[in-house]
């Protein structure tokens, strides 16, 4: 599978990946959840990003704009780390430095993607809703 966008730690990659496909296990994964493929997002996709030790999968759905991080922990489990629905997740589960404006999520309704900028401040990443990329933190 393919993630609608994945994130690397700076000190365990320091260079973002440029081959495709990419062979570096990401450290979290995002998908954006659409009708018509909940159930690949939530389930199927969930087995592998577990099965890879993906530490961290976010889970977007724009139609309910929910934003939600599970985690990966030392048992082997996902468990729920954080989730919103409106306001700011900061800081965000596994990304120091990072924080999400979940209303945003909004916005992200009929747009297929997301965008990440660097903040002037901090060396990682902000989440806002628009072209999708993979994101290097």
Request: net charge positive; aromatic share 6%.
């Amino acid at each position: 599978y393919r993630p609608d966008v994945a994130g690397w730690r700076r000190d365990r990659t320091p260079e973002m990946p440029r081959l495709r496909p990419i062979t570096t296990r990401p450290d979290w994964v995002c998908e954006v959840i659409s009708p018509s493929n909940a159930s690949n997002d939530l389930v199927r996709k969930l087995r592998v990003y577990h099965q890879s030790h993906i530490d961290h999968y976010w889970i977007v759905d724009p139609a309910i704009r929910t934003f939600e991080i599970l985690e990966l922990g030392a048992d082997g489990r996902y468990t729920h780390a954080a989730s919103a629905i409106d306001g700011t997740i900061d800081p965000v589960p596994g990304c120091p430095g990072l924080a999400i404006d979940v209303d945003a999520l909004g916005a992200l309704r009929g747009q297929s993607g997301l965008r990440t900028e660097r903040s002037k401040e901090c060396p990682s990443k902000r989440w806002t809703p628009d072209a999708k990329v993979a994101a290097h933190r």
